[in-house]
Nanobody
């Protein structure tokens, strides 16, 4: 089992930056892919970014490419998401997730999920 806890979300203004963190416990994440997803009210959960283990393959959603950066962490912080130039449309509940496999954009492919951290971007 893997337990994931996201943090760092808050209310910011358009153009601001935020750094989300995902703390992991329970087992080693060696070999796991780490991902970030988000879900806005009334919308389906959508892929944001993911980083693989074996070749450090990184994949971003087109909507965040060039603005967001995903990085694997050290010690208890499994993965971070640096978000720059935030826009109101980035407002959502952000989830950290892990899967025992290669990078995937599909939420159903992920095995463990955190509870989410809220990011709200005002215009």
């Amino acid at each position: 089992q893997v337990q994931l806890v996201e943090s760092g979300g808050r209310l910011v203004q358009a153009g601001d930056s935020l750094r989300l963190s995902c703390a992991a416990s329970g087992r080693s994440l060696s070999g796991y892919t780490m991902g970030w997803f988000r879900q806005a009210p009334g919308k389906e959960r959508e892929f944001v970014a993911a980083v693989g283990w074996f070749n450090n393959n990184i994949n971003y959603a087109d909507s965040v490419k060039g603005r967001f950066t995903i990085s694997r962490g050290n010690a208890n912080i499994a993965v971070t998401l640096q978000m720059n130039s935030l826009k109101p449309e980035d407002t959502a509940l952000y989830f950290c997730a892990v899967r025992a496999g290669v990078v995937s954009r599909v939420s159903a492919a992920y095995d463990y999920w955190g509870q989410g951290t809220q990011v709200t971007v005002s215009s």
